[in-house]
């Protein structure tokens, strides 16, 4: 069945940028659906960052679209998320996700990968 | 508006009903889906669209929709049941995607 798994450091510094890769495993990213970033400060609620499609086309929270960038490697069946100028704001569980048919609707997830920003 | 507005939370007894609402202008034109989500786990989908429930999803989880307001319902609410409950749906942009700020669900 399909896993996604988050990798990347769990600690960045403020005003630096934030990097992590999701590697999927049991389905070729190049055969389609959206595939997102969803962030959960500790203790908050969830909140979109962006969805990918293997071909490249791209969505972004318009909230944090100054700071994200999407992009997929089919080559290596992974997707990753940059997050640059990071606050204290923005530490949290980052999780991956595919997203179904219909673009809202995400299952599975990757167990997530908490980075704390410091300062 | 492209919020989506859930209710802090709710509590049930053992095997009773219960129901969990999400409230948004978004509902009027796109359906929602739903998810459970346990401590310090990921979260997990149970319900999605007019009718449709993940293999491995209990029947006792229902959705429903009317207006602006989407629902999920556990009929014989269950222990493993407890978690916090999230809706989504497309936000402003169609291709915008926004969570509610999750309903808590206690099993008494």
């Known amino acids: 069945q399909v896993q996604l798994h988050e990798s990347g450091p769990g600690l960045v510094k403020s005003s630096e940028t934030l990097s992590l890769t999701c590697t999927v495993s049991g389905y070729s990213i190049s055969t389609g659906y959206y595939w997102g970033w969803i962030r959960q400060p500790p203790g908050k609620g969830l909140e979109w960052i962006g969805s990918?499609?293997?071909?490249?086309?791209?969505y972004y929270n318009p909230s944090l679209k100054s700071r994200v960038t999407i992009s997929v490697d089919t080559s290596r069946n992974h997707f990753s998320l940059r997050l640059t100028s990071v606050t204290a704001a923005d530490t949290a569980v980052y999780y991956c996700?595919?997203?179904?048919?219909?673009?809202?609707?995400?299952?599975?997830w990757g167990q997530g990968a908490l980075v704390t920003v410091s300062s | 508006s492209s919020e989506l507005t859930q209710g802090p939370a709710v509590s049930v007894a053992l095997g009773q009903t219960v129901t969990i609402t999400c409230q948004g202008d978004?509902?009027?034109?796109?359906?929602a889906s739903w998810y459970q989500q346990k401590p310090g786990q990921a979260p997990v989908l149970v319900f999605y669209?007019?009718?449709n429930r993940p293999s491995g999803i209990p029947d006792r989880f229902s959705a429903s929709s009317s207006g602006n307001t989407a629902s999920l319902t556990i009929t014989g609410a269950q222990a493993e049941d407890e978690g916090d409950y999230y809706c989504n749906s497309r936000g402003s942009s169609a291709n915008h995607v926004i969570f509610g700020g999750g309903t808590k669900v206690t099993v008494l």
């Open positions: 996700a595919r997203a179904l048919t219909t673009v809202t609707t995400f299952d599975p």
């Open positions: 990918i499609f293997h071909s490249g086309i791209i």
């Open positions: 669209g007019r009718n």
């Open positions: 978004s509902l009027r034109n796109f359906f």
